[in-house]
């Protein structure tokens, strides 16, 4: 979205822009006559006169000759309160207020007046709201259930969330943020569930966000967090709309923001990180082992590396015998020490991944087969690296691919760095120190101010029916706990009749 | 001066079964059995039974005080002793936690240099142990119970590996039951206190539970396990080693580990002294955040600088501390400041207290 | 002043990170960098002196393993690794050791040098296997057994005989327990090299750290009966001209003890139970299967007594005898104990049953 007025050049010079507001009004726009996509025309031909002012890039040319410009002709010696009740546009007023006129300019209105010397006018909206079509999830994608996920536009998410929630008592709250941006961010949360405390501390924080450029949702979470310096996100994002639907009726809070197909979720917890929206569509048993599967294999992919070279470097007394003959044969033509083949190893799996992210899909999958087996069979043979190792590693890779929360697999790639430097260090004492240094910054963290470590502690055993295991449907009759709810309650449990004997 | 704790830095009352037994179970562990069956042989597990059941006693004196007076142990030694004697009975107290804390991460480097890496220098892991220890401790209490959490928590998979030399133990060294003297097992009770110790911290607690008087049956619950683990560990250790054998062990827990070999991992030993790592924790994080948080309350200091002194203060005298017969008797000093705190003061201070809380009513 | 407060936590944790990678570190042993010593044999040449001989495996790419021994004579104890060290290309680990040997000669004078070095080193693991053998340990650590790690296959050969009941449990963990245990002794597994294998001849039994006896293979069920629930792999018993063979024999003690506070008297109450797998006769009859119960009994009650009465002579207490009498009695005195064991009345009373014979009824 390029606008060209005399403000753009000077972007990066704020004061000159407010000289600028300061000006007569008849003559701020003058700069703008004939240049790029502002245009100011004179209907002179129509039935009476007028001038119509607007941006082309940011105007649906259609509203504008179906909506506004055929019945603007029709009319004889109207008014502007006759124009404006005319139009059949819902959003439209009449001001002369230059810093108005101007703001609804830039977000697409249509400035209809019946002489260029005056400010007042009617100013309709004919915003053009184009967006990219509803597809499946990319990211936390699902072999069953909804294949929607968001788009770019609010208002298309929007709709995706109100559908699925019709009633009154969803609340949006939109701000506008950014100073240059002046991006719309919405608030969502359902009135009567969710914690106002929570809702306020949201609010309060967008509100006193200073930044020039809101692009993303991101952008968002990473002013309004707790902490910014830790790796662990603690928003959850999201770009399925039923996940959104179904934690605001748990009663979290939701922001969405205009151009980020991600909603943000807050407050969370460490452990909604690990539950993939799909295990609400499976039963609850493969639900809960799929969850088990994956904690595990957060736990295998950060710690496996440090144990190998803790295991190597200082404890060869670990390892039984049987195995011994394996793993000094596959060590013994690596030139380097296991730190440095841990390493080497690790960047390497680190560097597919990011090319892979990088380049278009096709490519990708091509550049994944030949770096896994092309480069991992020839790094063994070369004796670059031992193949235990090799197989260690890619495990690991494998693992924190199974986080179906993409920011936070992140934070478990780069956790694995501090743990390895300290299993070169101190062998499984230094391990246990990283795991020190990592659960004294885990029980630091808050979400919106509550505990990120819930249901675990503070220990909340209700909240534990879906966490590392999710229980069936009619147990989950209340909000999570850690949400402080106003209505705890979601449904009334199905009364549970006396048990009946056989064949009864 | 009250010790009022907002809402918001409390907790929950059942955390007080982790707050007690993760400081009472710590690197005493690993080597308490010889020193309890010096006196008592195979029937010092009667005295760890004994000490539990005191320690039941000592905690209910302790509550009788504390719920009364709905605060904490500084401002209970002023109001019964005035302001100069109570600060400098508080101020003993606080020495004592100081140095148990201390004494603690020193025996544990010593494991480490004994056991896993015999030129291990001490200060460069007193000073990632004590820098861990500020993070966590200068989050406030919340943190510092969370940490007794999962101190207790993740070493509980270690329990299964007690079991395993059963499959070496002869039962029958426990036989006769009660071939000791009353007199010996009062000994062995006395020799236990130290590791055991830590339940006194109670004391500073108090004020930081949400309901305290509902924290009572948690800390009642959590001495009773402490007792029961420790029960379990020497009758375990008794069975797999004669009584003579056991004298000769250092630390016998460690080594009791040396015979089990499982089909992923052999020699277990290394592991759990990595595991302990975290079970100390608790322990040092406690003993700091109650040491810290007295010395706040007598000199009226930030906390923060109180607890950046103390560890400065422990960093120096583990560094200073270098070889076992010194740990050995930092450990027997330690431990006989426990026995007169438990067996002595908190008794006689019930007693004054009471007659104290009386007199007061009267007047 | 307020920038240079800003400034300090990072600064403080770089310098802690610095000197902690500079001065933190300690020894590695990485694995492919040190030679790991599986078996140590210890031969004896004089009073102060003794060949000390390590076996270290050297494992091949293609993943066999060649044996290579180093020896040294020096002083006893710890000094002889250290000597050792000097004479490999890499630093020698001790962690992995599984079988210490010691030849006669050493076990006759005494082993507690070597136990104690076994034993006060933290990464030797207690589940280490200890044999005494006929001849220079020397000779059958150079020996290669097949493709495998020397030190392994005399650990499994053990552990092999071990499980499957041949001998009693044994290992450093044993061994110490027995040695530190008033009222009982220790004993270890007896071997020698036959023809380029290692078999297992009997046990050695010790008093306190000196061997003293030599229990022949022929007495093991016996001793293996006597010293607690067994189960043991095979035996054969003469009746009349035939032989009856025996597989899988299980059996149960139970020790009874009167008299404790004078001058207790034992008496060991056996139940062995039996399934005959081999007869020489033609045809198995029910009087075969009595005369094997009966034949049976008497050997254990006939070799029992006999080792019983030699153990009392000797003054050792292999089967642990007086540690049960401990278990059994308040205010113990090891000292009476020692006086009263050589005239101490040991009875036993066996009991055995063949439970199957097979699933051959005969042949006519």
Not at chain 1, 101 to 108: E, H, Q, T
Not at chain 1, 413 to 438: D, H, K, Y
Not at chain 2, 3 to 31: C, D, E, M, W
Not at chain 2, 338 to 345: E, T
């Amino acid at each position: 979205m390029i606008i060209r007025r005399e403000g753009v050049t000077g972007i990066r010079r704020p004061r000159k822009n407010k000289q600028e507001t300061a000006e007569p009004p008849s003559t701020w726009a003058e700069p703008f006559w004939e240049r790029g996509d502002f245009t100011h025309t004179h209907h002179a031909n129509a039935t009476h006169p007028y001038w119509i002012t607007h941006i082309t890039s940011l105007v649906d040319t259609e509203v504008l000759h179906r909506d506004i410009l055929p019945y603007l002709n029709k009319l004889s010696f109207p008014t502007l309160q006759e124009v404006e009740s005319v139009l059949p546009i819902e959003e439209k007023e009449i001001t002369d207020d230059p810093e108005k006129i101007k703001d609804l300019l830039l977000r697409g209105y249509v400035w209809i007046r019946f002489s260029d010397r005056v400010l007042e006018g009617v100013l309709a909206r004919a915003e053009l709201d184009k967006s990219r079509a509803v597809s499946i999830p990319q990211e936390e994608f699902s072999v069953v259930g909804p294949k929607e996920s968001f788009v770019e536009s609010l208002t298309t998410n929007l709709n995706m969330v109100r559908k699925r929630l019709p009633i009154k008592e969803l609340q949006l709250q939109e701000l506008t943020v950014g100073t240059y941006s002046k991006t719309k961010v919405a608030v969502l949360y359902i009135d009567g569930v969710a914690n106002e405390e929570n809702v306020n501390t949201v609010l309060q924080r967008i509100k006193a966000i200073k930044f020039y450029q809101i692009l993303d949702s991101s952008y968002i979470s990473q002013l309004i967090t707790d902490n910014s310096n830790s790796i662990f996100p603690q928003m959850l994002d999201t770009e399925r709309p039923e996940r959104v639907a179904a934690v605001l009726a748990e009663g979290s809070i939701v922001i969405m923001v205009d151009g980020s197909p991600h909603a943000l979720i807050a407050p969370t917890t460490l452990v909604e990180f690990f539950s993939a929206f799909e295990d609400y569509f499976i039963n609850w048993q493969m639900a809960s082992f799929f969850r088990i599967v994956r904690l595990f294999s957060v736990l295998f992919s950060i710690l496996i590396t440090p144990i190998y070279v803790a295991v190597v470097t200082y404890h060869y007394a670990l390892i039984p015998t049987d195995l011994m003959v394996t793993l000094v044969t596959s060590r013994s033509i690596v030139p380097f020490p296991p730190i440095l083949e841990a390493m080497i190893l690790e960047l390497t799996i680190e560097l597919l991944r990011e090319a892979g992210a990088r380049l278009p899909t096709k490519v990708g999958q091509t550049i994944g087969i030949v770096g896994g087996i092309v480069i991992g069979t020839a790094s063994v043979q070369a004796g670059l690296t031992s193949n235990v190792l090799l197989i260690f590693v890619a495990l690991a890779a494998l693992a924190s691919f199974t986080t179906p929360v993409y920011r936070m697999g992140n934070a478990i790639r780069l956790l694995r760095f501090p743990f390895l430097l300290f299993a070169q260090l101190w062998g499984l004492i230094g391990v246990a120190i990283a795991f020190i240094f990592v659960m004294g910054h885990l029980l630091r963290l808050t979400s919106l101010g509550r505990p990120y470590l819930e249901p675990i502690y503070p220990l909340r055993l209700k909240d534990l029916r879906d966490s590392f295991i999710r229980l069936p449907f009619n147990t989950q009759s209340h909000c999570p706990a850690y949400l402080q709810t106003q209505d705890k309650q979601r449904f009334t449990p199905p009364w549970r009749q006396k048990p009946r004997d056989i064949d009864e | 001066m009250q010790a009022h704790v907002n809402r918001q830095y409390r907790v929950s009352p059942y955390l007080a079964f982790f707050l007690i037994y993760k400081t009472q179970f710590g690197v005493g562990v690993l080597g308490f059995q010889r020193y309890i069956s010096k006196a008592s042989g195979h029937d010092a597990w009667i005295a760890v039974i004994l000490s539990g059941l005191i320690i039941h006693l000592l905690l209910w004196m302790m509550y009788q005080i504390l719920n009364k007076e709905q605060n904490d142990l500084i401002s209970i030694h002023q109001t019964v002793f005035g302001k100069w004697i109570g600060n400098l009975l508080s101020f003993l107290f606080i020495l004592q936690v100081f140095i148990s804390g201390t004494t603690v991460l020193r025996t544990f480097i010593e494991v480490i240099q004994v056991w896993v890496f015999p030129l291990f220098k001490t200060w460069p892991f007193a000073l990632v142990f004590l820098t861990s220890a500020y993070y966590i401790v200068s989050n406030g209490f919340r943190t510092v119970a969370g940490v007794c959490y999962f101190g207790s928590i993740i070493p509980l998979i270690l329990i299964p590996t007690f079991l395993a030399p059963l499959e070496f133990a002869n039962f029958r060294n426990l036989l006769p039951v009660m071939d000791h003297s009353i007199t010996d097992l009062i000994k062995s009770v006395e020799e236990m206190t130290f590791t055991i110790l830590g339940f006194e911290l109670l004391l500073l607690y108090y004020p930081y539970f949400i309901e305290p008087e509902k924290s009572q049956k948690w800390t009642h619950y959590g001495n009773l396990f402490t007792t029961l683990i420790y029960a379990g560990v020497a009758i375990v250790t008794f069975a797999y080693y004669g009584e003579d054998h056991l004298q000769v062990e250092i630390w016998p827990t460690l080594t009791m580990w040396k015979v089990i070999k499982l089909p992923v991992l052999e020699r277990i030993e290394y592991v759990a002294i990595s595991a302990w790592t975290i079970i100390i924790l608790p322990n040092i994080c406690t003993a700091f955040w109650a040491a810290s948080r007295g010395v706040k309350r007598i000199f009226q200091i930030t906390q923060r600088s109180a607890l950046l002194i103390l560890l400065a203060g422990s960093f120096i005298i583990t560094c200073l501390l270098n070889n076992r017969m010194q740990i050995d008797h930092l450990n027997s000093f330690v431990s006989m400041i426990g026995i007169y705190l438990l067996y002595a003061y908190i008794p006689i201070l019930f007693i004054i207290y009471h007659i104290r809380h009386k007199m007061r009513k009267r007047s | 002043m307020k920038k240079w407060i800003k400034w300090m936590k990072p600064i403080t944790l770089v310098v802690i990170a610095i000197c902690i990678i500079i001065f933190g570190n300690v020894r590695k042993n990485v694995l492919d960098e040190i030679q790991l010593v599986t078996a140590v044999g210890y031969d004896y040449i004089d009073e102060q002196t003794a060949t000390m001989t390590a076996v270290t495996p050297v494992f091949r790419s293609d993943a066999s393993i060649e044996n290579k021994t180093l020896s040294i004579t020096a002083n006893l104890g710890k000094e002889a690794l250290i000597a050792l060290n000097r004479e490999s290309s890499a630093n020698l680990a001790n962690a992995k050791l599984e079988v210490a040997l010691f030849n006669k000669e050493m076990a006759k004078r005494g082993i507690l040098h070597m136990i104690d070095t076994l034993h006060r080193d933290p990464n030797i693991g207690t589940s280490l296997s200890l044999a005494v053998t006929e001849g220079v340990t020397k000779e059958i650590l150079n020996q290669s057994f097949g493709t495998r790690d020397t030190g392994h296959y005399i650990a499994s050969l053990l552990e092999h005989n071990t499980q499957n009941g041949s001998i009693p449990n044994n290992s450093l963990h044993y061994f110490l327990s027995a040695y530190y245990t008033k009222g009982k002794d220790p004993f270890l597994p007896l071997l020698k090299l036959t023809d380029r294998e290692i078999t297992l001849t009997g046990l050695a039994l010790f008093k306190k750290d000196r061997m003293v006896f030599e229990l022949d293979r022929s007495h093991l069920f016996t001793f293996n009966t006597l010293y607690g629930k067994n189960r043991f792999p095979g035996m054969k018993v003469q009746i009349g001209d035939k032989f009856v063979a025996m597989r899988v024999i299980t059996s149960n003690r139970r020790i009874s003890i009167r008299n404790t506070q004078t001058t207790p008297e034992i008496t060991i109450y056996l139940n062995i139970r039996a399934s005959i797998s081999e007869f020489s006769g033609k045809h198995l009859k029910p009087q075969h299967v009595s005369q094997t119960e009966h034949a049976l009994k008497k050997q254990v009650s006939q070799q029992g007594h006999q080792l019983i009465r030699k153990f009392q002579q000797l003054g050792i207490d292999p089967l642990g005898l007086g540690d049960h009498v401990r278990s059994h009695t308040r205010n113990w005195d090891f000292k009476t104990w020692q006086k009263q064991y050589p005239r101490v009345k040991v009875r036993i009373v066996p009991r055995v049953n063949i439970v199957e014979i097979g699933v051959v009824d005969g042949l006519d």
